[in-house]
T-cell receptor
C-alpha cells in the first residue's frame, strides 16, 4: 500500500492566486514527520516546510503553509500569492519514528504550473 | 556552508561497465541516503546509513548495486555491471538524525545514462 498519496498529477494556478496541493498519508506510528519539497525544472530538491505529528499548530513558512488534519491523515500544502517561479514539481514525504533516523517515503509528486 | 556534493553531475556509459557515484554529505550530518528518480517509479530510496552504518538496503534493486560509507564525509554507490534500465537521476541526501525537524538536504544529483 502506498504510504504517501498525491492525487493531483498536475495543477494550474493563476499568478497571485492561492493553490492547495493535496497529500494523504498512511502510518500506524504515533510519531512521524511530514515534509514538502520543491523540484524545479533544473532538478534540485528544495525543502519547503515541516509538520510534526505532535505539532498543535499548522506549520507556516513565508508563503507556504500546511493544512494538517491528523484524523484524516492529510497534510496539504497551501501556496499563497503564487509566483511564476513557483512552477515546479512538489513532493510530499513522510518520515516515521521518533528517533528521526528513519527513511523518508515520497509521494509521486504534483506538477504545478503558474500562469501569468 | 557547502551543501551535499555529488559527482559526477552526468555520466554516460555503456552497458556492462562499472559506474561509481560519489557523495559528500553536509558536515555534521550523520544520516545519508541514496535515492533514485525515474519517470516511471518516482523517487525510490535505495539505501540509507546512520553514523556510517548501513541501516536499510531493502531498496537496492539487486546485487549489481552496492554502497559504502567509509567515513562520515564520503559515500559511494556502485553499479557493476550497469544496464540500460539503471538510467536515472541518482540523488544523495543527508540529514541530522536526533533533530526531529531536520529535513533531507539533497545534492544536485547524478544523471546516469547507460547505453
Amino acid at each position: 500500500a502506498q504510504k504517501i498519496t498525491q492525487t493531483q498529477p498536475g495543477m494550474f494556478v493563476q499568478e497571485k492566486e492561492a493553490v492547495t496541493l493535496d497529500c494523504t498519508y498512511d502510518t500506524s506510528d504515533q510519531s512521524y514527520g511530514l515534509f514538502w519539497y520543491k523540484q524545479p525544472s533544473s532538478g534540485e530538491m528544495i525543502f519547503l516546510i515541516y509538520q510534526g505529528s505532535y505539532d498543535e499548530q499548522n506549520a507556516t513558512e513565508g508563503r507556504y503553509s500546511l493544512n494538517f488534519q491528523k484524523a484524516r491523515k492529510s497534510a496539504n500544502l497551501v501556496i499563497s500569492a503564487s509566483q511564476l517561479g513557483d512552477s515546479a514539481m512538489y513532493f510530499c514525504a513522510m518520515r516515521e519514528g521518533r528517533d528521526n533516523a528513519g527513511k523518508s517515503t515520497f509521494g509521486d509528486g504534483t506538477t504545478l504550473t503558474v500562469k501569468p | 556552508d557547502a551543501g551535499v556534493i555529488q559527482s559526477p553531475r552526468h555520466e554516460v556509459t555503456e552497458m556492462g561497465q562499472e559506474v561509481t557515484l560519489r557523495c559528500k554529505p553536509i558536515s555534521g550530518h550523520n544520516s545519508l541516503f541514496w535515492y533514485r528518480q525515474t519517470m516511471m517509479r518516482g523517487l525510490e530510496l535505495l539505501i540509507y546509513f546512520n553514523n556510517n552504518v548501513p541501516i536499510d538496503d531493502s531498496g537496492m534493486p539487486e546485487d549489481r548495486f552496492s554502497a559504502k560509507m567509509p567515513n562520515a564525509s564520503f559515500s559511494t554507490l556502485k553499479i557493476q555491471p550497469s544496464e540500460p534500465r539503471d538510467s536515472a537521476v541518482y540523488f544523495c541526501a543527508s540529514s541530522f538524525s536526533g533533530r526531529e525537524r531536520s529535513p533531507l538536504h539533497f545534492g544536485n544529483g547524478t544523471r546516469l545514462t547507460v547505453t
